[in-house]
């Protein structure tokens, strides 16, 4: 038995069919004969002698000859599995040929029996954009008004229930030549033939606005206006010009849309960046739900035929298994964006929107659905639930993100470095010097979160970067300094990493976490946690899983959980080159602290270094480094830093370092492939074998 593929170079150059009866096809239909021309010209084709092995595809050799007499060769071919009970799809040439996309995407979910499948309905939502906007010589027309209701009733075959979703600015209404204010009337004529949604009065991008009562006054005109004409208002769904407002998140749109519009659904291409496409995402905000929406290649000039870039070719390639064909495809939910001038002049998108619907109910087994917005956000966040959290990027490094960020925030207003903890491992220290360092300064602390700001780690997430940057206010006592925050819960949490990834680098400081676990347990003490009354710091660390009631469960988890220092390290690392993690030892940081935060001037590459041995020193009553004040005397820690208490006792010690050897093994292990030359003295302690 044997299939024969070994033919190289050979020219499949037209004219490709599907095997209708083949059990591989799923999204893939056959749909007739797609000629050519085939991308490349090394295919393979195959000949076998069995039964196990099934044509799933053919193509044609068209060299010289007539197409009566041309010959289908094999180019995909299934292997049953029959001799050695392996099945297997097998291809001719790469997955440059559109249709061997789809048959790839039907042979993992035929060769995974269903597993790796994909759903075969495609949501499409076409709105059209800058309705009255358009600048006078590239509007509608009457005649490309009723095309457009006409070709919309064609589309309605393909796609039952399919309306486009208009935008308007009604500040433009009137505003071109007699024809076209002739077609603006005979949309407003057809309104009950669209759905509508509302788009800014004037189409100034948001991100411009900082003043909530101009912004309100001028959404306020565009609902007049729509209340005059008999648009309906209530679609729950705006977009903004050029994603401006939407993210990066400009509050004041998210407010003024709730208050006048009551918006609850938006999209956009931007989040997390335009680019690849193939990695956009939705999250919700204050309500508000944002969706990706996808490119459709139909820009506001994109008007004639002959100027679309590459031409009529290009154009139907996108179509005929191309781009946008792809798009569909792969995306469950599709919100395309056209404008009003995409539909006068050739009316591109007409052709565009129609052909790629009856290309996909050629070729594909698709189920082409239409939804309003409402909709559509509610299924996509029921199919995507891990989007429903935002991850806020820097806008400071992405320049389209720079270009629609309004001019009173700045990249000075984001910390370039956190330090990220863990708790009482001497980050208030570390903090309080590096506020002292001229080219250094630090977040305002936060009244309501202890001083912390504790951003990345809770509910204040969700209140968007716009609430964080307030904590680095811009001055000139602060501009063009590194600025940073530290949050000491930051370390161990499982959210923050991912969080934090496009704020770089990071700060951590460790010490034994035996003797972080009893300065945490003094700390909560001191603060009057009803468990420490309770129980003993042995009693707590030795707390049963089975017997232990919950509450002193989770506060064994609170005190124990943060040292295990190599399971959170690597979290950070799987977000983080190890390059921008600097690791501080935290009992130097308390014996020889001139020296550490010289290491760390290194690492951030300050120049000329602070001379920080002359700004901090030792101070025998507190028993740590305090800041020197000019008039001579120190400033040291409050007395919350630092505290008086007796040592831990032998048994706990012995038991903590018992519990942590697993993670302090790691550890070693950890700093060793991180290149960290020496190891710190307490960890060498808490592993040895003495006890
Ligand atoms: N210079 C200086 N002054 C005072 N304290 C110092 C200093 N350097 C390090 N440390 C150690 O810092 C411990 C408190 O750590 P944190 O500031 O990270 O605690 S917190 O998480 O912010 O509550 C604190 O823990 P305790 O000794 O248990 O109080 C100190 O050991």
């Not at 570390?430 to 809770?458: C, D, R, V």
Request: some cysteine; aromatic content about 14%.
């Amino acid at each position: 038995m044997y299939v024969d593929a070994a033919i190289q170079n050979f020219p499949v150059t037209d004219d490709a069919m599907l095997n209708s009866a083949s059990p591989v096809l799923r999204v893939a239909r056959a749909g007739g004969v797609y000629q050519g021309p085939l991308p490349g010209d090394d295919w393979s084709v195959f000949t076998a002698n069995h039964t196990t092995y099934e044509p799933v595809a053919w193509g044609s050799n068209s060299s010289g000859g007539e197409r009566d007499e041309y010959i289908p060769l094999a180019t995909v071919m299934q292997d049953h599995g029959m001799y050695d009970g392996i099945s297997r799809v097998l291809f001719g040439n790469g997955l440059n040929f559109w249709l061997h996309r789809l048959l790839f995407l039907d042979s993992l979910s035929y060769l995974s029996k269903g597993l790796l499948s994909i759903s075969l309905e495609r949501q499409v939502l076409v709105d059209i954009d800058d309705i009255f906007v358009g600048e006078s010589g590239i509007r509608m027309w009457k005649d490309d008004v009723h095309d457009l209701i006409e070709t919309q009733d064609r589309i309605r075959q393909l796609v039952p229930g399919f309306k486009f979703n208009l935008g308007f600015s009604g500040k433009y209404f009137h505003r071109g030549t007699w024809e076209e204010n002739e077609g603006d009337d005979t949309i407003l004529e057809n309104v009950d033939k669209f759905n509508w949604f509302c788009h800014m009065w004037n189409h100034m991008q948001p991100h411009l606005y900082n003043n909530e009562t101009h912004l309100e006054y001028e959404m306020s005109l565009n609902k007049a206006f729509a209340e005059a004409h008999g648009i309906p208002a209530n679609s729950s769904y705006s977009v903004a010009p050029h994603h401006s407002g939407v993210y990066p998140v400009h509050e004041l749109l998210y407010t003024v849309w709730k208050k006048v519009w009551k918006i609850r659904v938006t999209s956009t291409e931007e989040y997390p960046h335009l680019r690849p496409a193939r990695l956009r995402r939705g999250f919700v905000h204050r309500g508000i739900k944002v969706l990706p929406r996808q490119t459709c290649g139909l820009f506001t000039h994109t008007i004639y035929v002959d100027r679309y870039p590459g031409g009529r070719r290009k154009l139907d390639e996108s179509i005929m298994g191309g781009e946008l064909f792809q798009t569909i495809v792969y995306n469950p939910i599709n919100v395309f964006m056209s404008h009003m001038s995409n539909y006068g002049s050739d009316r591109l998108a007409l052709y565009t929107f129609e052909s790629v619907f009856q290309f996909i109910r050629c070729w594909t087994n698709l189920k082409l659905v239409s939804s309003g917005p409402m909709e559509l956000a509610d299924k996509y966040f029921k199919m995507y639930p891990e989007e429903i959290d935002p991850v806020w990027g820097n806008p400071c490094l992405d320049q389209r993100h720079l270009k629609i960020w309004s001019y009173k925030k700045s990249c000075q207003h984001l910390p370039k470095f956190l330090v990220i903890g863990p708790q009482k491992t001497g980050t208030t220290a570390l903090y309080t010097f590096l506020s002292m360092h001229p080219n250094i300064s630090a977040n305002i602390p936060s009244k309501e979160t202890f001083e912390e700001i504790q951003f990345f780690n809770g509910r204040n997430y969700y209140k968007g970067l716009d609430w964080y940057m307030q904590f680095f206010p811009s001055n000139d006592s602060v501009d063009n300094k590194i600025v940073f925050e530290k949050s000491a819960t930051y370390f161990d949490s499982d959210i923050v990493p991912k969080r934090v990834q496009a704020l770089l680098p990071n700060v951590t400081i460790l010490i034994s976490p035996a003797k972080r676990a009893y300065s945490w347990y003094q700390h909560a003490k001191a603060h009057g946690d009803p468990n420490t009354l309770k129980y003993s710091f042995h009693q707590v660390i030795t707390a049963n899983e089975s017997v232990a009631p919950k509450s002193l469960r989770d506060f064994r988890n609170r005190c124990l959980n943060p040292g295990k220092y190599a399971l959170h390290i690597e979290r950070w690392l799987d977000y983080f080159h190890h390059n921008n993690l600097h690791i501080i030892d935290g009992d130097q940081l308390k014996s020889n602290p001139v020296d550490v935060l010289d290491q760390f001037q290194k690492f951030l590459k300050i120049t000329p270094p602070f001379d920080y041995s002359s700004h901090i020193r030792y101070d025998a009553k507190k028993g740590f480094f305090c800041k020197v004040l000019e008039g001579g005397g120190n400033k040291c820690l409050g007395k919350g830093k630092g505290r008086q208490y007796a040592t831990m006792d032998a048994e706990s010690y012995k038991y903590l370092r018992e519990y942590y050897m697993p993670y302090n093994t790691a550890l070693v292990k950890l700093l060793r492939k991180l290149e960290h030359t020496t190891i710190p003295q307490w960890l060498k302690d808490d592993l040895s074998y003495s006890w």
